[in-house]
């Protein structure tokens, strides 16, 4: 993700700049419609403006250093909206001048941003409906949209895509805003989540092979997954489910926080300076363990994916389960790939798009759902809710892939790969959350994030080399 971060804007000039670069590049193959791109910026508007219909103090408020104030997010939206689907794309001015600077992330951090001169709660409403007047006027002047200038950023809606993506990925950041928060619930429950069940078996194997590892067909993919190349992998065994809380329990009770021998140097270090002693929000009430969702106190679900853990944390429980966090190539193929066909797909089950029934997304339920609860969504190997429910750590860093490019703008990805020869500050996360929208998730997309963060809502699963049998 960093959602929040990894999304953030470039100035105008950088848009410019790619626009301009991206009339010579070629593009996909499957076009976007207009009508569904403006559906698309509809239903995502929807959801942020739901977020922030709160009090305005409560908007206004920072409620952690580790995130922006809400009313940050809503009008940091609109301004990369301004930026990407109204200047990018042809208009001469800004729709409002002098706030790209106040919406630049890279150039103040989260815990700053209180201080900065923003729009107030009704002003960055306004705004918002302002600039997305003008991307509708522009969406029907550029129609169709393979057409026209700016080939690359329009090709398959790509720019548009890419939009709807980041203001779906300010809304998680916007719900782990409000995990953050204290104080009673402000946002409606979400739906009964289906139940879960016992597997048949508690890991699956994978076997060795090449597979392809990225996309470069994908219209809604991000450079960083680009491009597709083969992997070769020795075979290996990957947990049916993620790790559950009664597991990670059990590693609290047998002692796993305080066990130096399990923790990596960087790892106990940041353990003891911060006293972890379980996920976050989670908290022992005699012989209960409660915890805290959406200002909701309640006994955690041993049977749900934990969540709220950093990946020193997953390291951790993975050295005393005596197994290990895969590597990203292992998720991915794990995922993706279907040996009948020798072809990766877009999601677990095949390509068609997300339902109810195979993955837990888009925030119809307040948290993960049990485990087993989704048989529908397995992979071809036999791996399940490996998209949904919590992002799951992985053991490797954020690298590019050969042949990387950046599009359209090097502060999406590029500037957080480490220099060459250092190793990267960042884990890779895959498969999304409860709170990720569909659209803003499949089996190639990465998310990247430090191994301390844990307000995030990830989690992981298991790990191990096929010659340990």
């Known amino acids: 993700m960093r959602f929040g971060r990894l999304t953030e804007n470039p100035t105008t000039a950088g848009a410019a700049a790619s626009a301009q670069a991206a009339e010579e590049s070629e593009s996909p193959s499957v076009p976007l419609t207009v009508d569904a791109v403006a559906r698309a910026?509809?239903?995502?508007?929807?959801?942020?403006?739901?977020?922030?219909?709160?009090?305005?103090?409560?908007?206004v408020r920072q409620h952690s250093p580790l995130m922006s104030p809400l009313v940050w997010d809503l009008a940091h939206v609109g301004n990369y909206e301004d930026l990407w689907l109204v200047r990018a794309l042809g208009a001469a001015a800004a729709t409002r001048a002098g706030l790209d600077d106040v919406y630049d992330a890279f150039r103040h951090d989260r815990a700053s941003r209180v201080r900065l001169a923003l729009l107030g709660p009704e002003a960055a409403r306004a705004y918002l409906r302002e600039v997305r007047g003008r991307t509708l006027d522009?969406?029907?002047?550029?129609?169709?949209?393979?057409?026209?200038?700016?080939?690359?950023?329009?090709?398959?809606?790509?720019?548009?895509?890419?939009v709807v993506q980041h203001e779906h990925q300010h809304d998680e950041t916007m719900l782990a805003t409000h995990q953050l928060r204290t104080g009673p619930p402000l946002l409606a429950?979400?739906?009964?989540?289906?139940?879960?069940?016992?597997?048949?078996?508690?890991?699956?194997?994978?076997?060795?092979?090449?597979?392809?590892?990225?996309?470069?067909?994908?219209?809604?993919a991000y450079d960083n997954e680009r491009p597709a190349h083969?992997?070769?992998?020795?075979?290996?065994?990957?947990?049916?489910?993620?790790?559950?809380?009664?597991?990670?329990?059990?590693?609290?009770?047998?002692?796993?926080?305080?066990?130096?021998?399990?923790w990596s140097p960087a790892g106990w270090q940041w353990r003891q300076r911060e006293g972890l002693t379980a996920p976050a929000f989670w908290w022992r009430d005699g012989g209960t363990w409660l915890r805290?969702?959406?200002?909701?106190?309640?006994?955690?679900?041993?049977?749900?994916?934990?969540?709220?853990?950093?990946?020193?944390?997953?390291?951790?429980?993975?050295?005393?389960?005596?197994?290990?966090?895969?590597?990203?190539a292992e998720w991915e193929k794990a995922a993706a790939h279907d040996p009948a066909t020798g072809r990766s797909r877009r999601y677990p089950w095949g390509d068609t798009?997300?339902?109810?029934?195979?993955?837990?997304?888009?925030?119809?339920?307040?948290?993960p759902a049990p485990l087993g609860a989704y048989p529908a969504g397995a992979s071809p190997c036999g791996a399940e809710q490996m998209i949904g429910d919590v992002w799951e750590w992985t053991a490797s860093g954020?690298?590019?892939?050969?042949?990387?490019?950046?599009?359209?703008?090097?502060?999406?990805?590029?500037?957080?790969?480490?220099?060459?020869?250092?190793?990267?500050?960042?884990?890779?996360?895959?498969?999304?959350?409860?709170?990720?929208?569909?659209?803003?998730?499949?089996?190639?997309?990465?998310?990247?994030?430090?191994?301390?963060?844990?307000?995030?809502?990830?989690?992981?699963?298991?790990?191990?080399?096929?010659?340990?049998?």
């Open 189 to 220: 429950p979400g739906a009964p989540a289906p139940p879960g069940r016992e597997v048949a078996h508690r890991e699956v194997f994978v076997p060795a092979g090449p597979f392809t590892f990225g996309t470069s067909t994908d219209p809604w």
């Open 41 to 59: 910026l509809e239903r995502v508007r929807r959801r942020s403006l739901s977020y922030t219909d709160i009090d305005d103090d409560e908007l």
């Open 353 to 367: 798009d997300p339902t109810p029934g195979r993955a837990n997304l888009g925030h119809r339920t307040s948290g």
């Open 292 to 328: 805290r969702r959406l200002g909701h106190v309640e006994p955690v679900p041993l049977d749900e994916p934990v969540q709220h853990v950093c990946w020193y944390e997953a390291q951790a429980h993975a050295h005393w389960a005596g197994r290990r966090l895969p590597t990203e």
């Open 230 to 262: 083969q992997v070769n992998l020795p075979a290996f065994w990957i947990d049916t489910l993620p790790v559950g809380s009664r597991a990670q329990i059990a590693f609290i009770e047998d002692g796993g926080y305080d066990d130096e021998r399990l």
């Open 138 to 162: 522009l969406l029907d002047r550029l129609a169709p949209l393979p057409d026209g200038g700016h080939r690359r950023l329009l090709a398959d809606g790509f720019v548009y895509a890419m």
């Open 398 to 469: 954020f690298t590019p892939y050969p042949g990387f490019r950046s599009h359209p703008y090097r502060e999406y990805s590029e500037v957080f790969f480490p220099a060459p020869g250092e190793e990267s500050a960042f884990r890779v996360l895959r498969g999304g959350s409860w709170a990720t929208d569909g659209s803003a998730v499949r089996t190639t997309f990465r998310n990247w994030d430090y191994p301390i963060r844990r307000q995030i809502f990830a989690g992981f699963r298991l790990a191990r080399d096929a010659d340990d049998d």
